[in-house]
């Protein structure tokens, strides 16, 4: 949600496929800027961070032992995966010709936790278990804070 946030941000506020087109169609769209990227990324790295600050007292509910990772490569990781995830997710949508905004289930909710998975994943290897675990509490919790925050006036869309 930090490239909804932080929207009124005009700091590079340009499209990550420049405008470019694939059979006539935008590569990733206007939605995808440097802007998300970068603040996405920088909201991924201080949620990390804060993350290991409660880490101690949350050890029972965690997935990953934030004592044994440094949590800039961590927060860059989760925050570029999840970002690369939506990005493949929204070529297609372009391809397909599938509207921007427009929900596209169930790859809406899983692109982004896919990507994240992927690039942690060879930082900090996790389990079969851990995996699922991360796409259902994720898979769920997606929806229901879009749902949030189009109820709040901050999205647009509901999903």
Known sequence: MSPVIFKFINF????????????????????KTYRGLFLGIVASVLFVFLQTLVYSKAQSISLINYSSVNFWVLGFLLGFGALF?????SFFKRQF???????????DQLDWILGAIMFVYFYVPLSLKQI????????????????LGYYLNIKKNKF
């Open 132 to 147: 699922a675990v991360i796409i259902i509490v994720f898979g769920i919790l997606h929806p229901a804070i879009n749902l």
């Open 97 to 107: 010709d599938i509207s921007p905004g427009k929900p596209w289930i169930p790859f």
């Open 85 to 89: 995830g939506d990005l493949i997710k």
């Open 12 to 31: 590079l506020n340009y499209p990550v496929d420049f405008n470019k087109r694939i059979r006539n169609r935008l590569i990733f769209g206007q939605n």
